[in-house]
């Protein structure tokens, strides 16, 4: 039993301090891994893992959940994941609505081709329970001993939020529902005249 263990630590300890920031993208608000560099990864330190894709469930009300199962040394791990479209809402086999306080939004039927990019997401995100990638999905920008390493460094720089940035529009929002300026001063650097077109969007 004892060895089984170490066997098993081993294979998360080796994986989870893989570095893949510059084999992901970022989408809404979400980053994903790209699953042939995850599984080509996998297959180099243990070439007899294998993955297996299980039927995908579906709910009139809930959508589509797709599962699979990653084996690694004799150690099998489930996963699954909804079908969402760009804004992360579930699709289903029809089109549906749905209110914000910005309106009514609308959500497209699924198709195979989401189906297939979730499952192989899905596989993503399995391989994470492994170690791959890991801290993606803890929110954190680095693997754990890289970010050591880092804060022994040099601390870490914000961004600048300006006009032109990609978030400004998120930031106004979020001062406009009610956020405070100190929970966007804490991801972000911003200059005093910016400050003061934020405050004035309130």
């Given at each position: 039993m004892?060895?089984?263990?170490?066997?098993?630590?081993?294979?998360?300890?080796?994986?989870?301090?893989?570095?893949?920031?510059?084999?992901?993208?970022?989408?809404?608000?979400?980053?994903?891994?790209s699953?042939?560099?995850?599984?080509?990864?996998?297959?180099?330190?243990?070439?007899?893992?294998?993955?297996?894709?299980?039927?995908?469930?579906f709910?009139?009300?809930?959508?589509?959940?797709?599962?699979?199962?990653?084996?690694?040394?004799?150690?099998?791990l489930?996963?699954?994941?909804?079908?969402?479209?760009?804004?992360?809402k579930?699709?289903?086999?029809?089109?549906?609505?749905?209110?914000?306080k910005?309106?009514?939004?609308?959500?497209?039927?699924?198709?195979?081709?989401?189906?297939?990019?979730?499952?192989?997401?899905?596989?993503?995100?399995?391989?994470?329970?492994?170690?791959?990638?890991?801290?993606?999905?803890?929110?954190?920008?680095?693997?754990e001993?890289?970010?050591?390493?880092?804060?022994?460094?040099?601390?870490?720089?914000?961004?600048?939020?300006?006009?032109?940035?990609?978030?400004?529009?998120?930031?106004?929002?979020?001062?406009?529902?009610?956020?405070?300026?100190?929970?966007?001063?804490?991801?972000?650097?911003?200059?005093?005249?910016?400050?003061?077109?934020?405050?004035?969007?309130?």
């Amino acid at each position: 039993m004892k060895e089984q263990e170490k066997k098993e630590e081993s294979i998360f300890e080796k994986l989870s301090s893989i570095n893949v920031n510059d084999k992901v993208e970022k989408k809404e608000g979400l980053t994903y891994l790209s699953w042939a560099w995850a599984w080509s990864e996998v297959c180099k330190l243990y070439p007899n893992a294998s993955y297996e894709i299980l039927p995908t469930d579906f709910d009139e009300t809930l959508g589509f959940m797709c599962h699979t199962k990653v084996t690694i040394e004799d150690k099998t791990l489930p996963m699954w994941l909804p079908v969402m479209d760009g804004k992360n809402k579930a699709m289903r086999k029809t089109p549906y609505k749905y209110m914000t306080k910005y309106g009514e939004k609308s959500v497209e039927a699924a198709t195979t081709f989401d189906i297939n990019k979730t499952i192989m997401r899905c596989l993503v995100k399995n391989l994470a329970m492994f170690g791959m990638g890991i801290y993606i999905y803890a929110g954190e920008d680095l693997p754990e001993n890289e970010v050591e390493a880092t804060k022994e460094s040099k601390p870490l720089s914000k961004e600048e939020l300006t006009p032109k940035h990609p978030n400004w529009i998120k930031a106004k929002e979020h001062l406009q529902t009610g956020g405070l300026l100190e929970d966007i001063e804490r991801k972000y650097t911003i200059s005093a005249d910016n400050k003061k077109l934020l405050i004035a969007a309130k």
